[in-house]
């Protein structure tokens, strides 16, 4: 005698298991159409977030490789100017933010090999261009700088041949127990050339009207468009 486990088997063999489209309530030729419609939305969304945004034109004229100097203000002596040869490499990080790593030639050691610095940087300018952030490798601080203002002028408008202009003055304050502590950051960028100069002041609160006049220059970068070696 067939056994009750048999009969169940070869009732399963003569009926079909539902289908998906059952399941959803869709006959087979609904279930394609709303498979079709479902990659048509998800499917094209996901396809259009593969893409970043284009840099903004101020990073990519900056990305690439510089060289030139960096001269500074000697803590030591204020009247007396330290400048070093200084290469740069900038590199995008996204739309609106890049990193630089500078080496600096510090002369010879007192051991006859040279000594070579380091310093690893990341700019990122927010969407409204109102805020540079400004990272630096080492310091837990990211300093906050307000844009004060920030142009561009194209060729055409300064009667050059192919090279835009950028203009970024950028400012942060801190507040101090008997005032302000000001540092300012000038930046000119072309497609050639790179002049980055720092500016600071400490100050009362009642000395900010006359700001302009105390901000004393403490360094700068003039760096020009490393040609490539033929």
Not at 3 to 29: K, Q
Not at 34 to 55: E, I, M, N, T, V
Request: hydrophobic share 40%; with cysteine.
């Amino acid at each position: 005698m067939p056994s009750l486990t048999a009969d169940l088997h070869a009732a399963d063999r003569h009926t079909a298991a539902p289908t998906v489209s059952h399941r959803l309530g869709l006959p087979r030729f609904g279930l394609v159409c709303f498979g079709l419609l479902c990659f048509g939305l998800f499917g094209a969304a996901s396809s259009h977030a593969q893409y970043p945004p284009a840099p903004e034109p101020f990073f990519g004229a900056l990305d690439g490789q510089w060289v030139g100097e960096l001269s500074y203000q000697d803590y030591r002596n204020p009247d007396r100017r330290v400048t070093l040869p200084t290469t740069a490499t900038v590199a995008l990080a996204g739309p609106r933010s890049a990193t630089l790593h500078f080496v600096f030639d510090d002369g010879i050691r007192a051991d006859g090999t040279r000594k070579i610095v380091h310093g690893y940087e990341r700019w990122t300018l927010d969407e409204e261009g109102q805020e540079l952030r400004w990272e630096s490798f080492g310091d837990e601080e990211v300093r906050s700088y307000r844009v004060l203002s920030f142009d561009e002028k194209s060729a055409a408008e300064l009667g050059t041949e192919g090279e835009a202009t950028y203009r970024l003055v950028a400012e942060r304050r801190v507040a101090q127990d008997d005032g302000f502590f000001v540092e300012r950051q000038e930046l000119r960028l072309t497609a050639t050339e790179v002049e980055l100069s720092k500016f600071e002041a400490t100050l009362s609160a009642d000395q900010l009207d006359s700001l302009e006049e105390r901000l004393t220059w403490r360094n700068g970068y003039l760096l020009r468009r490393a040609v490539a070696a033929p």
